[in-house]
C-alpha cells in the first residue's frame, strides 16, 4: 500500500503518509487512492478541492459547515501548517478535544478530518500552500465557526513569535459553549 494510514487520538482522525519515491530528479508519490483508502477502511467520496496560500502567523478557523458538514484530507503543499481538529460529534466521547498535526510538505504528510469537526490552521512557515479535499460541496450560508483561543478547547497552538494574523470573520466566533447552547 502507497500510505501508512494512523488512527489520531481521537476517533475519526487519521494521519496520512504516503510513501515518497524520491531520486535525483525529484519525487513522485500518490496523495489519494479511492481503493487504498477503502482498504485501509476509509470509504470517502470527495467532491471538491481547495487550496489557498498564506503567509506566516495567518491562523485560519476554526470553520465547519452546521448542515452540510465537510469530511476533508488536508495537506501542505509547500511549507508547514499546524493543523487542527474539534470534535463537534454531539454524542462523542471526545465532543470538545482537539488534535494537532505539523503538516510539511517535507514530510508530505496529510491529515483526515471527518465530518463534525471544526478545522483550523497556523501557517508556521514564511509561506504555505494549503491543498483539501472536501466531502460535500461549500455552502457560505452554512458556515459556522468557533473562536480560535477559546480556553474551553485549550488548543496549544505552537509559538511562532508573533500574534496570530486573523481574518475579520474569524475573530468574531463564538466559544465552544455558546455553540453547544
Not at 15 to 36: A, C, H, M, N
Not at 157 to 162: N, V
Request: aromatic share 12%.
Amino acid at each position: 500500500m502507497p500510505f501508512s494510514i494512523t488512527q489520531c487520538s481521537i476517533e475519526g482522525l487519521f494521519e496520512i503518509q504516503p510513501k515518497v519515491f524520491g531520486d535525483s530528479r525529484g519525487y513522485f508519490l500518490e496523495t489519494w487512492s479511492e481503493r487504498d483508502f477503502r482498504e485501509a477502511g476509509l470509504n470517502i467520496r470527495f467532491v471538491q478541492d481547495n487550496q489557498s496560500l498564506s503567509t506566516k502567523g495567518v491562523l485560519r478557523g476554526l470553520h465547519f459547515q452546521k448542515t452540510h458538514p465537510q469530511g476533508k484530507l488536508v495537506r501542505a503543499i509547500s511549507g508547514e501548517v499546524f493543523d487542527v481538529a474539534v470534535d463537534l460529534r454531539k454524542n462523542s466521547k471526545t465532543f470538545g478535544k482537539w488534535h494537532g498535526v505539523l503538516l510539511s510538505s517535507e514530510k508530505q504528510n496529510q491529515f483526515f478530518i471527518p465530518a463534525g469537526f471544526a478545522h483550523g490552521f497556523l501557517v508556521v512557515s514564511d509561506t504555505a500552500v494549503f491543498a483539501y479535499k472536501c466531502t460535500d460541496f461549500y455552502h457560505p450560508e452554512d458556515e459556522g465557526g468557533l473562536m480560535w483561543n477559546d480556553p474551553d478547547i485549550g488548543i496549544a497552538w505552537p509559538d511562532i513569535g508573533m500574534a496570530p494574523l486573523l481574518s475579520d470573520k474569524d475573530t468574531k466566533h463564538p466559544g465552544l459553549k455558546d455553540f453547544v447552547k
